[in-house]
């Protein structure tokens, strides 16, 4: 099991930023590559951004291309989202999630295995 806790959100203005954290516990973290999502009211949850397990390799959806970063810490278990540039659309719920062991990319919410419960970000325009 992975334990995942995600923790950053918030109100923030059109062009601002925000830096989401997502902690893990259980497991060797090192041993999954990891995700962010993001889920709007009334709307799929739709992939953000991909880490690999070493953190070489990263993904990104072409909504948050450029202006969103994501990077890991595996001695400090620990995911970031550096979130630039904001928009009113990236309003949602922003989820951390672990693979089931692939390192392959992938954006489908059934290849990730552990989730976390969320952290709201807010975008005012």
């Known amino acids: 099991q992975v334990q995942l806790v995600e923790s950053g959100g918030g109100l923030v203005q059109a062009g601002g930023s925000l830096r989401l954290s997502c902690a893990a516990s259980g497991r060797t973290f090192s041993n999954y590559a990891m995700g962010w999502f993001r889920q709007a009211p009334g709307k799929e949850r739709e992939f953000v951004a991909q880490?690999?397990?070493?953190?070489?390799?990263?993904y990104y959806a072409d909504s948050v291309k450029g202006r969103f970063t994501i990077s890991r810490d595996n001695a400090k278990n620990t995911v970031y989202l550096q979130m630039n540039s904001l928009k009113p659309e990236d309003t949602a719920v922003y989820f951390c999630a672990a693979t089931s062991g692939s390192d392959s990319y992938t954006y489908l919410t059934s290849e990730y295995r552990y989730w976390g419960q969320g952290t709201q970000v807010t975008v005012s325009s």
């Open positions: 880490i690999s397990r070493s953190g070489g390799r990263t």
